[in-house]
Every structure is written in structure tokens, then in C-alpha cells.
Nanobody
């Protein structure tokens, strides 16, 4: 049974915005770190952003910094990724995952993953 489920993906035109959600069904992410990643066709998985429950510390990858914002609800059951200024090269499957700490999130190590949601950006 999936414990993380992403939603909010879809098709948008260049310059558009999307808000992805990641809902935890069996647990909260209190004391954990959550991250968003993506895998574009033919490319390696890429870290986009991480957020820590401990101190709300955030991390953003340089390639998307300024165009994405990661946040979580107060109950620590859902994590969001607000994306704007989308480009065709942002087309990918977007995944969320839970990690024990920020270091593991940035390395994408030992995470619990959702199935992903497709984002397609057209010209």
C-alpha cells in the first residue's frame, strides 16, 4: 500500500503554473524531511527541493531555484510544490519522498517514495 501519493500534475503551456501535493496516508512527517524530485524522459532523477520538519529548513536545486516553492501543512500530512514559469524542459514525472534528515533528502538516500505524477509543459 502506497503511503505517499502525489497529485496536481497535468498539462500546461510554457509559462504556466502548477501546485503539486503529496499526501501521506499512513503517517505524518513529523521529525522527518520531505523532498520533491523529478525524472525527465531519458534523464537521471533530479532533486528539486527538500523541507525539514525540525526547523523548516529548505533546500532548492539551482536549476529550479526561484521558480519553485516547497511547503507543508501544519499537521505534517501534506507537502506542496508550487511551480511557476514552467518550461518544456520541466516535463517529467514528479515524485515526493520522505527521508530521515536533510542530508539523505539531498542525496535521495533511503527514502520512502510515492508513485509520481506526470507534468507536461507544451510550447
Amino acid at each position: 500500500e502506497r503511503q505517499l501519493v502525489e497529485s496536481g500534475g497535468g498539462s500546461v503551456q510554457t509559462g504556466g503554473s502548477l501546485r503539486l501535493s503529496c499526501a501521506a496516508s499512513a503517517y505524518t512527517w513529523h521529525s522527518y524531511t520531505m523532498g520533491w524530485f523529478r525524472r525527465a524522459p531519458g534523464k537521471e532523477r533530479e532533486n528539486i527541493a527538500c523541507i525539514s520538519d525540525i526547523d523548516d529548513q529548505t533546500y532548492y536545486t539551482d536549476s529550479m531555484k526561484g521558480r519553485v516553492f516547497i511547503s507543508g501543512d501544519n499537521y505534517r500530512t501534506t507537502v506542496y510544490l508550487q511551480m511557476s514559469g514552467l518550461k518544456p524542459e520541466d516535463t517529467a514525472i514528479y515524485y515526493c519522498a520522505r527521508f530521515s534528515d536533510m542530508g539523505n533528502c539531498r542525496r535521495a538516500a533511503f527514502g520512502s517514495w510515492g508513485p509520481g505524477t506526470q507534468v507536461t509543459v507544451s510550447e
